[in-house]
């Protein structure tokens, strides 16, 4: 089947570049994207195309790392640091998922709202409840969104009404890695929940799986003090948080590693030399005070830098709040550098926000030929504009502000997922 999809398209082809062309047309077949086109080839004039007028056609957004069963709880405890925050919000709101018909609830609503903001593609944390995991990645494939699932690891440290037993996790794990396998677009990844939730025995048999199955693995690193400081507490033979993970083989270029806010050039290094992605997440940084990631100098060292929105840490489930956030977040940390690291750009930070995250899917930048369509379509003619407006100055506005039902259409893996009308 061809997609012929008209409109004013902007892509990120590179970290701070942007390709732009002006009522063009971006064509798939069979869900795969043929190319972009100022003019139609011969073999599709025959063909049907979706014409969004002036819309903004965009890449659709990829969110590297949020929390499902904290959706109910979004911008609630905002006041408090990480561990306090945990205790208070998240692990009581994560214990109501062992309710199957809570769970359906409320993944039902999130897979929704994932798509009329945009995203397509997740990396996402469950809790440590079994079906209510297998609910999610159904209601997700159900709704279109490709992605990773996991369902939570934690053997310690959770409370009566949030953890496992040792024995516990692991056959649970083992049970849902069977479950899931009905899945085409959700797939697993095995989610220590962070190095203090986990015990060794947990920790070496979740780095046997992936090692075993080639699974991906998602957690956390280096996100607060007090956080670090209990991991040099139970981990007195490593001399830095990474080495938590990375003794139990979970430490490759399948993993993805969250925040990353106190990662000194040790840990940057050993970030880089494995292929681990870092995962920014600025709203949440700021939220729970963990500090401002050096999202600018991890790039220049070299490390894969994607962007999550970690609600509800983060306060929003939008991506384009995320890239914004992103963008303001290394504003202040030029400052605080005393102006010798630049900020990010708006062209960088819709990278990081599209394709960075996108590559850990194996796409190439932008609207690649070979990509799979990943794409939506946005209205911003009910702003008010100081002047006529350029294609690229009306992409830099809708990062930081747009319309209300902005967001007209989504395509995810070739289909159509969500329409406005």
């Not at 997609?3 to 390709?19: C, D, M, Q």
């Not at 306060?315 to 102006?339: E, H, N, P, T």
């Not at 259409?409 to 070739?414: P, R």
């Amino acid at each position: 089947m061809t997609t012929i999809i008209k409109g004013n398209i902007v892509s990120a082809s590179a970290p701070g570049s942007l390709e732009i062309t002006e009522h063009g047309y971006l064509v798939s077949e069979d869900g795969v994207i043929a190319g972009v086109y100022q003019e139609l080839p011969p073999q599709y004039r025959a063909a049907e195309a979706e014409d969004w007028g002036d819309c903004l056609i965009l890449q659709s957004l990829t969110d590297l790392h949020t929390h499902a069963p904290q959706y109910p709880m979004l911008s609630m405890g905002m006041d408090l640091p990480l561990l306090d925050w945990l205790n208070a919000y998240a692990f009581p709101t994560e214990a109501r998922f062992a309710d199957p018909g809570y769970a359906r609830e409320v993944y039902r609503w999130l897979a929704r709202d994932l798509l009329a903001n945009g995203t397509t593609r997740v990396c996402i944390f469950s809790s440590l409840h079994r079906q209510a995991t297998l609910i999610l990645m159904e209601e997700l494939e159900k709704a279109g969104i490709v992605g990773y699932a996991g369902k939570v690891n934690m053997d310690r440290g959770g409370g009566a009404g949030l953890q496992e037993t040792t024995e516990e996790s692991e056959r649970e794990t083992l049970r849902w890695l069977d479950e899931c396998r009905q899945f085409r677009h959700v797939r697993p990844i095995l989610t220590p929940r962070f190095t203090p939730s986990c015990t060794d025995e947990l920790m070496a048999f979740l780095g046997g799986l992936a090692r075993e199955r080639s699974l991906p693995v998602q957690s956390h690193l280096s996100e607060n003090l007090a956080e670090m400081d209990l991991v040099r507490r139970l981990h007195p033979d490593c001399r830095q948080y990474w080495e938590t993970y990375a003794k139990f083989g979970l430490w490759n270029h399948q993993t993805l590693m969250a925040h990353c806010v106190h990662s000194d050039a040790r840990e940057r290094k050993a970030m880089r030399d494995a292929g681990v992605t870092a995962v920014h997440c600025a709203s949440s940084n700021n939220s729970i005070c963990s500090g401002i990631a050096p999202v600018r100098v991890l790039m220049n060292e070299g490390v894969r830098v994607a962007l999550g929105t970690d609600v509800a840490g983060g306060s929003s489930i939008s991506m384009f709040d995320a890239v914004a956030d992103a963008i303001r977040a290394s504003k202040d940390r030029r400052i605080l550098d005393r102006w010798q690291t630049d900020f990010l750009t708006v062209a960088e930070g819709w990278y990081l926000g599209t394709s960075a995250g996108a590559a850990f899917f194996g796409d190439a930048p932008g609207f690649a030929a070979g990509n799979p369509l990943h794409a939506l379509a946005l209205d911003d003619s009910r702003l008010l504009q100081p002047h006529p407006l350029s294609v690229r100055e009306r992409f830099e506005r809708c990062v930081y502000l747009r319309q209300p039902g902005a967001i007209r259409a989504v395509w995810s893996a070739g289909r159509k997922v969500f329409s406005a009308d």
